[in-house]
C-alpha cells in the first residue's frame, strides 16, 4: 500500500489557481556554519572557556552553529534512521496510529498560496512518548547535551540556568521525525516554509541530502550537509530571554526534485505555564508565558498562514 501523502490530489487547487511567488531574498552559495568541538570543554580550563566563547558568539552572530564530539554516536544516529525510514514507509493511512494521537503531521492544512504550503511529513512525539530503544538512546543523550548548552550560553550572559533546569522538563519537549519528500513539480514548493522556532534550543541531525536554509546579513544560505555533526539553533524564547542578545533565525527547507530527505529535532520547550521573561533591562519584550505565546502564533497562523512571532510581544 502506498505510504505517500497525497498531496497532489489534496493541494491540486493550489496549483491551478496560484501565482507562483517569487522569495524575497538571493540564495547564496551553498556554505558551512561555525563549526564547534565540544571535546574541548573536557580540556584545561583555557581551552574549555575558548570554547564557550565560540558557542555563544556563533549563537549571538548566527543564531545556528554545528557541534562535533557531541558525544552521539554514528552508530546510534544509523540506528535511527533506519527506524525513522521504517515509520515512513508504512501505509499512509496506517501513520496516524503511530505514537499517540496527533502525532502524525503533514502538508500544511491552513495553506492557501503555494508559499504556505510545506512539502514534508513528520511525526511530533513527546519524550514521554517515545518507546523505541534508538529513539529513547538519542533522546536522552540529545537531551543532556541540549541542557548543557543552555548552561553555557545562560553563563556567558552571567545568569544561572536552573531557570532552564526548572522550567524544560522530559514533559514539556519533544522530538520530531522529519521526512521530505521528492518533489517534481517546476515550482517554488518548500519542504518547509520559512519560520523560526517556537522554542528555546533546537537540535537537528540531517541527512546528506541538503535543503535546510537560513538567512544570514538579509540573504538565504544553503547549508553544506554535515551528517557526522549537529546543526543547533535558537529559539524565539531564548532570544527573548536573552533581550534580543541571541538570535532566532529565519530559516527553511527547499525540496528536491527526485531524492526524499530526513532530518530529526530535538526541541528544548518549556511548560505552557513558564514565563518568559527577559535576563536584562531594559527589556526588549513583554513577559509572556508560553502558553500566550503559542495561542498567538496558531491564531497568526490561522488568519494570516504564517506565524509572527516574537514582533507581538515588543514593548
Known sequence: MDPEPPFHETYKPLFANTKIEQRSLVTEEEGELPLVDLSRLRQKEAEKEKCKEEIGRAAHEWGFFQVMNHGISMELLEQLREEQVRVFKQPFQNKSLSFSAGSYRWGTPTATSLGQLSWSEAFHIPMTDISSSSMEAFATKVSSLAKQLAEILAEKLGQNWSYFQSS???STCYLRL????????????????????SDFLTILHQ??????????????ISVKPNPQALIINIGDLFQAWSNDFYTSVEHCVVTHPTQERFSVAYFLCPSNETVIESCSKPSVYTKFSFREYREKVQEDVQRYGYKVGLPRFLL
Open 168 to 170: 524544560c522538563l522530559p
Open 178 to 197: 522529519n521526512r521530505y519528500p521528492p518533489c517534481s513539480i517546476p515550482y517554488d514548493v518548500y519542504g518547509l516554509m520559512p519560520h523560526t522556532d
Open 207 to 220: 541527512d546528506e541530502v541538503g535543503g535546510l536554509q537560513l538567512v544570514k546579513d538579509g540573504k538565504w
